[in-house]
């Protein structure tokens, strides 16, 4: 059996990742969280970690196959007030997780980026485009990234896999993020503002699309950036009237139609080539929120 270490793994992505690989039963997975997940597998083991703390690779297995660094600050809103935390869990863990993949003999190291790097467009962004200015991003996303520049730097020792997601949706996703967000904001009836009179174009992924995606990164050789998200291109109204389609309640619109649009999908012609094709429809994948907290 394999051994990999996953950070976060408690969070959306994390957890489901988590679970799978425990059960399949080619791995050890040891996960690391600040809060234990409910996985009751003997393959499973959690370490708890915070990464504002020193030395916790000191906690992890002597010996690893492949880190699986998805953790993220959860405070992504919060700058310049929680600027050290974002720093501690988005950056410093990052090089501490290298280091610690490098000395126990790692062949693959998978970072989870975010596709906010390459800021926005009228088009979708492919994985050579360049990133935005760095006084664009803010600080959150600098972070990211900060991170995807120090992961390169080791790809003499190992392969680097750095995937850059755009907008994965779950059930057990934080209320505050977007697809949640604007669930409950047509079932309370609360205006939705667009840019434009469409709003925004995104091609969110489901959860479970997105796990099997990084599941494949476990296998691949060499060093390569992959953009994962969905099949589905959509405005935000698009996703608006699906969503209130599937509640019976008409979504409540306020248009800024002096505004243009900001952008924000990705060409996964890559990740179609190398991982997986995104099967999970949005009007399907959508349910689990809508019903989350039935």
Request: net charge negative; aromatic share 10%; hydrophobic share 40%.
């Amino acid at each position: 059996m394999k051994t990999i270490v996953i950070s976060g793994c408690n969070g959306l992505i994390g957890f489901e990742l988590s679970k799978m690989l425990s059960e399949n039963g080619n791995f050890n997975v040891y996960g690391i969280s600040r809060t234990k997940p409910l996985i009751e597998n003997p393959n499973f083991h959690h370490i708890y970690a915070d990464f504002t703390q020193k030395d916790f690779e000191k906690l992890l297995p002597e010996k690893v196959d492949v880190v699986a660094h998805l953790a993220q600050s959860e405070f992504f809103r919060d700058f310049p007030n929680k600027a050290q935390n974002i720093f501690d869990v988005n950056v410093s863990s990052t090089l501490k997780l290298l280091e610690y993949c490098r000395n126990a003999g790692g062949s693959n190291f998978i970072y989870a980026s975010s596709g906010g790097i390459y800021g926005t467009s009228e088009k979708g962004f492919d994985e050579e485009d360049h990133v935005a200015p760095h006084g664009e991003l803010g600080f959150y996303l600098s972070t990211k990234l900060c991170s995807e520049v120090l992961v390169e730097n080791y790809s003499q020792f190992f392969n680097i896999i750095i995937s850059r997601l755009f907008f994965v949706y779950g059930k057990r996703q934080k209320k505050s993020m977007l697809i949640p967000r604007l669930v409950e904001s047509i079932k309370n009836g609360a205006p939705i503002q667009l840019q434009g009179t469409e709003g925004i174009m995104i091609n969110p992924i489901h959860v479970k699309d997105a796990v099997m995606g990084i599941e494949k990164c476990l296998e691949l050789k060499e060093n390569h950036k992959i953009n994962i998200g969905g099949n589905q291109l959509m405005s935000l109204k698009e996703i608006c009237t699906i969503i209130g389609n599937k509640i019976d309640k008409t979504p409540v619109f306020a248009c800024d139609e002096n505004v243009k649009p900001k952008n924000l999908f990705s060409n996964i012609n890559r990740m179609k080539d190398l991982l997986i094709e995104p099967a999970i429809k949005f009007e399907d994948g959508i349910m689990e929120i809508i019903h989350a907290n039935d």
